[in-house]
Structure formats: structure tokens, C-alpha cells
């Protein structure tokens, strides 16, 4: 590249984190004083090295390098105080309990070693208990804030911006709190996942590309040790979400993942997600072939981009959570989305003109009430979209409950194909595109028997949902079923119709379909 693109670029680079960065003298001297026993020292680590048990830190100027609080204290910044990484690792590190930080900015931090890295550099990385997190501008790092298997940590009114993966990502834990924070342009804006202990590299099997029985047997191996990496892996578990802000993040807003349970999401407002910042194809291929060496090298294409650009997330076994009153509007994906996901409260959210208002998918035993879901693209409120899934299931969503909701002005406002009961013709079709290994679909083309069999073992098995659209006394408001002509019968005035509407997809049924008033009133 030519001195002066190289010059011009990282002028670029260096202007759009400056933007996000609270105003500062560019260069200013570092300055550190410990406020409780007045010593002044020449800079941030020497006032680290030298700090006790409860001392307050006060901080100014540019302070670059990596840095790490191992005592219970506090740290603030004033006038625009900045840790600068310098593209070299972690630039905090809180690896004490009982430690507050306030008013800094934090940058710079290293890449991740790779994309199968669990948990890489970051802006700040919180491993001990109790943290209080505020005021903070988190920018132009891996991940902004990494909660690594830490505990009662609180995040609050702080910016994180513009990071390149996750804008906060918590790994195990539990008893945070991520209040009035923006997270804005990020990777990801939060993501909720489980601790891998001592791993932080993910493990690829490699699939053998030959009948080799030792090339086969490495594959098992690894295969077992992933097996294992996933069921020793810990869960976070009463995170509490409200009242933040996440904007323009790239491949998702908000994600609960596999081990999360008893979280609550609420006030939440999450928009754009994929428009402003695309999402990462990179990250995508990779998890790509990540799944496809678990699954013996199947295709799994078709399945990748699936939820991409997703305003909230919960996916691959979580449970008990309540997600409620939260805003997901205008995402490149769904508004919100969840699978594999099992007793969860979704409640008075708002969900408009996303592809998929909310996409509910091999999920059990949840609660859908009070939600306005308006204006989306593709569907309102929709249960196993059969189209849209990509293999054949064991059984249906089943045990959920549809209530009170206002289904506004969707292309089709309410769908539900859990108790779909599939032909032959139609599992053959979803067996031609379902994520099978290589070596699968190659035997079954070449023995058409076995095809036959599977699929007569598949319509077998499946078990089909069921899932309930009015509680017994109240249903739900559909915009397309709301006059006389077209079906809907008030003759007592009360908005509650005497004549039932019939759920798309299936044989599902609201039997007590409402006015939008007494949706409204709940």
C-alpha cells in the first residue's frame, strides 16, 4: 500500500475512535493520585503497585499499556482519562472483588488469536465479585467489556461503541446488572454465553475426507473432547438487562445462549441491528464450519444466515428467563427470536418492522402475552415456520401459551405449524436440504432404501405440538380478523368474538379472537 493510503487510513481509524471518545487534550500528560493518601505518582501503574485495600485512584491524561487492579479500591477517571492498549491484550483487568471504575475511556486492546478463540482481549475484563462498572467509553477494542465468570458486577450509564466483537459479552456468572448503557455498532451488542473453564480455544474436529478407520478415530476423539468442553461448561444464570440501548450492531443485539437461565430482559431498545453495521460474515463462516465438523461435514449454508441481523435472541437450551417490555423495531432480521429455548415470559414487547416480528422454534412451555407486533415483513407472531426451518424435527413447539397480543399489519400476522404432521413427499424435500453429513447424503442417494427408511422412521417418531392461542377466556387481535366481513362476531359488545379464528399452519385455533381495545386492556 502506498505511505500515503497508509497514512490517510489509519488517520481514518484513528478519527473514528477519537469520535467515540470523550473530548480530551489529544496527548495530555499522565497524571494518578491516590486520593486517600495524597501521593501523586508519575502514572497509572505505579499507583496501581501501590495501592491498598480500599484507596480511591484518581486518574487524567493518556495512560497506554496494559493494567491490572489485584486489590479492592476504586478507580476514576476525570478529564477525559484514557487506557490505550495499543493493540497488545487487555487494557484493565479487575481481577480483585469489591472494585469500582468510573469515568474512564478504554481502547486498543489485541485481536483475538483466532475466530475459534471462547474469549479473547477486551477493553475491560471483570474476573473478580461485586464490580461497579459506570460512566464508562468503551471503544475500538475485541470485545468492550468481558465479564469472565465473575459475579454481582453492575454495568451502568456507560457508552460501548464500535467494538469489533461483542460490545459486552458475560461468560458464566451470575447476579449482574447492565443498566442504562448504550451499545451501539458493535459485532454483537450483548451476549450472554456459558464458561469453558481453562479452554479458550473452541475444538474443530476434522472431518476425515477418506474411509481411513485412524482418520475416523481422531475424529471420534475429537468429537468426544467437544462433548465434553460443551457439558462442563457453566451457565449464566440471573442477569438482569434493562433499560439499554443497542443500535446498529451487526450479526445480533441481544443473545442468550446455551446454559442461561432465570435472566430478565426488560426496557430494553434494540434497532437497526445488521443496517448500520452488516453482520460479520467472517464469524458466520467460521461458526459455519464449525457446525458442519460437528455434524461430519454437513452443508449448513442454508441454515447460517437464518438469524442474522436478530434484534433479542435466545437459542440452543435456555430456560426461565422474562423478557419484557422491550422495543426491537427496524432489524435487518427478526425482532425477536427463540430456540431451543423453555419456560420463558415474553411480555408487553414492542416487535415492528423486522422480517419476523417474533419466530418462535422448538421451544416448549413458554408464555407470549401482551405483545404489540406490528408491521413486519414476513410474519407477525409465527410458531415452527415449517418453510423456514431446515430439517425435519423430532416433534413440534408445544405447551406454549398465545395470549393478548396485537397482530398488526404483519404479511401474515399469526402462523403456527407445530402440529404440522408432515407427508413423505415433505420430508424427503426438508431431508434434500437438512444439514447432513457428506457422508450421509452420498449413501442416500446411492441407496434409496435406506432413504426410505429413514424417512418412514422419521413420520414415525414425530410427535406433533400443541399449543394454545386464547386462555380459555380471552385470545388474541388479529388486524386481518377484526369486522364483520371478516369474520369477526361481537354481538354482546364486550371484544371478545363469538366466532373463532383459525391459526395458519395447521389446525390451531383462537377461540375467543379480540377487538384491538381489549387486547389494549389487557
Known sequence: MPISRRVLLRSAVAGAVASALPSRPLWAAPEAVNETTGAAHAGLAQALASARVGDTITVAGHHPGNFTIAVPMTLRGRDGALIDAGGRGTALVIAADDVTVSGLALTGSGPRRSLASIWGPAGLRVEGRRAGLSGLTVSGNEDGILLLDAADASIEGSRIIENRADGIKVMGGHGHRIAGTAMDRNGVGLTIAPYYGDATEMILPEVPQTNDPAAMQRYQRALQLLTQLKQGARGATEIVVESNTLRGNGTLGIHLYTGSARCTLQQNEVHLTGRERTPDQAAVAWYGDYLSRSLGGADVSDVLNTHAGTGIILSCLTEDHRVIGNHSHDNLGDGMAANMTYRTLFENNRLERNRTGFWLDYSDNNEARGNVIAGNADGGLVIDNWLRSHAPAPSGSSGNLIVLNSLIGNRINAYDSSDHVPTQAEVQARLDKAPL??????????????????????????????????????????????????????????????????????????RFPLSLARAQAG
Open 437 to 510: 453429513p457428506a457422508q450421509v447424503r452420498d449413501m442416500l442417494r446411492q441407496r434409496p432404501d435406506l432413504c426410505s427408511q429413514m424417512m418412514a422412521q422419521h413420520l414415525s417418531a414425530h410427535r406433533p405440538g400443541r399449543n394454545r392461542w386464547d386462555d380459555g377466556q380471552l385470545g388474541n387481535h388479529y388486524s386481518d380478523f377484526d369486522t364483520p366481513e371478516e369474520g369477526f362476531r361481537d354481538a354482546d359488545a364486550n371484544g371478545v368474538s363469538e366466532q373463532p379464528h383459525a391459526i395458519p399452519g395447521g389446525g390451531h385455533v383462537d
